[in-house]
């Protein structure tokens, strides 16, 4: 709000809530073209004696239909607009490298079979929230989809479909270095259900799931002399140290804050001792308020770090160890578990930990078998006392394509996220309570090398699209007003990778975007989903599918 308020904005209201009129004021409206939104711009300046505001300027955040372009045109209230943009920004840009739908209901659409209706309609919306997407950054890449799923099929059309009307509107969508090489990949949450599940031990991840933070808020209690007052820190990309550590494994996490702390006193020539703590730093930013501002966020990471360590001393702990046995199927040494259950039962009997952890076990467990008998998962179910929706919800995982329930008759489909079927990752540091890489790494790692199997892959049109082929697509609106428009916009060279996962992502895969850029160099990886999921989000989600 800070950055808008600079900018010269004095209000910032909602379109769909009534409004004080202030016909002195321009007004700028940054509005998605939906029918709804339309009528209220056009109510706000149905009385040429009486209008809202001033004039209008109008930023729709996607391409606006042509019936309601049309209807917007022959309002009264059209003299009034001075500005009238498609910006394309029908998406969250969340992090560098990572996107969001902000349609948690797609999960309920795609894999609820009793939900079916306004499926096609939600699809059609996420499927142009991707088209502006591709649009903003410049790419028109070629389409692909897990093919094991045959919804992803469909949905992948659907793309193609609002990708083709956007390079038609602006042919030099996917032009450049290396451009022609860019991929798209259209995944669905069944790809991997183990990653989503797992006590992750990196900050982000591991924050999000253990501390209470919502809307990246992070809410700790901070002691200065003799008052506690509760602090709000929102985690985004303007705080250096939040990105610098975000991906770091949380056993070296404290250390770093601490020694970016020293090297500021350092450089700022304050008097500390070796090794701050929290009382050092308040102590600090009294005596240096020029600084409040960085001191205070190293304060904030320390909270955090501490904060973590707490919650995985007291019970993440000695879940880890048993995740990972299971996500892995061997032990840390190397060596084949041959029966599980004795690790799972005392944590199952345990009444000191949660419903919501026992059902994270018992799913890994059943993933790890590829399925188990209805009456051994009743049996685990008594055995772990959880409610009985949580037995629902275990078998609801079904809908994402996941063998939970045996069939005696049919053969298991082969789970390629299982660790047999895995890239081999020995010569990588891990520690012993981080060993399992998402499945999504991968896929990734296999695109870049062009490794990435075409048949459980395929690109849309049945093959990679070659640069040259074909003429582009001419807009039916707009025809050709694009060849007299100067080249001014810049986009940035060399081929993108863009994973989309229909039914949200989990922090670790999105960790995996930056790591496999950084790793190769030429290529950025982009991860985006309908939405971001959390363990406990997951949970949730399948809870719901059997309404």
Request: proline share 4%.
């Amino acid at each position: 709000m800070t950055e808008i308020m600079s900018e010269g904005i004095t209000l910032v209201e909602d379109i769909n809530k009534r409004r004080e009129p202030l016909p002195s004021l321009e007004s700028v409206y940054l509005i998605t073209p939906t029918e709804k939104s339309i009528r209220a711009l056009i109510a706000d300046f149905q009385y040429p004696m009486k209008t809202l505001y001033k004039t209008a300027h109008v930023f729709f955040t996607e391409a606006c239909p042509d019936e309601l372009f049309n209807e917007l045109c022959k309002s009264i209230g059209a003299r009034c607009i001075k500005t009238l943009k498609e910006i394309n920004i029908a998406f969250l840009p969340y992090e560098s490298q990572v996107f969001s739908l902000d349609s948690a209901d797609t999960f309920q659409l795609f894999y609820n079979p009793s939900r079916q209706i306004g499926r096609i309609v939600n699809l059609e919306r996420c499927a142009e929230q991707i088209a502006t997407l591709c649009a903003t950054l410049g790419e028109y890449p070629a389409v692909r989809y897990r093919s094991e799923c045959e919804r992803n099929a469909e949905f992948a059309q659907l793309v193609q479909q609002k990708l083709d009307a956007y390079k038609a509107d602006d042919h030099t969508m996917g032009q450049g270095p290396g451009k022609d090489r860019s991929q798209l990949l259209i995944i669905d949450r069944g790809f991997d259900p183990v990653s989503p599940l797992l006590h992750e031990l990196t900050l982000q991840a591991m924050a999000y799931d253990l501390l209470n933070i919502e809307n990246d808020v992070y809410k700790y209690e901070s002691t200065t002399a003799n008052d506690i007052c509760e602090k709000e820190v929102l985690l985004d990309e303007n705080d250096d140290i939040w990105v610098d550590l975000r991906h770091q494994h949380i056993a070296i996490v404290s250390q770093q804050v601490t020694r970016k702390l020293k090297d500021f006193v350092d450089e700022k020539k304050m008097r500390t001792q070796d090794k701050a703590s929290m009382r050092d730093l308040s102590q600090m930013i009294k005596k240096m308020p020029q600084y409040q501002k960085e001191l205070s966020r190293y304060s904030t990471h320390l909270h955090m770090a501490e904060d973590c360590m707490k919650h995985y001393q007291g019970k993440a702990d000695k879940l880890c160890k048993v995740e990972q046995d299971l996500a892995m199927g061997m032990d840390a040494e190397g060596e084949k578990i041959k029966d599980h259950m004795r690790n799972i039962v005392p944590i199952l009997l345990d009444q000191n930990v949660s419903s919501c952890d026992k059902t994270r076990i018992i799913l890994l467990y059943i993933i790890h078998k590829g399925g188990i008998t209805e009456e051994n998962l009743c049996k685990l179910v008594q055995h772990a006392q959880i409610p009985q929706e949580d037995m629902t919800l275990i078998q609801n995982m079904q809908n994402l394509g996941v063998p939970i329930i045996q069939d005696g008759g049919r053969r298991k489909p082969q789970q390629f996220y299982q660790p047999q079927n895995r890239r081999e990752r020995v010569s990588e540091h891990t520690y012993q309570m981080s060993r399992w890489t998402p499945y999504i790494k991968d896929i990734m790692e296999e695109m870049v090398e062009d490794k990435l199997n075409a048949q459980r892959f395929p690109f849309l049109t049945g093959g990679s699209r070659s640069v040259g082929l074909g003429s582009a697509p001419v807009s039916a609106r707009y025809g050709q007003w694009h060849k007299e428009r100067g080249q001014g916009t810049s986009f940035k060279s060399g081929p993108r990778l863009i994973i989309f996962v229909v039914g949200g992502m989990s922090y670790s895969e999105m960790r995996c975007a930056y790591e496999v850029t950084q790793a190769v160099k030429n290529w950025e990886v982009l991860i985006g989903s309908t939405h971001i999921l959390t363990p406990a989000g997951l949970l949730n989600d399948l809870r719901e599918l059997g309404n």
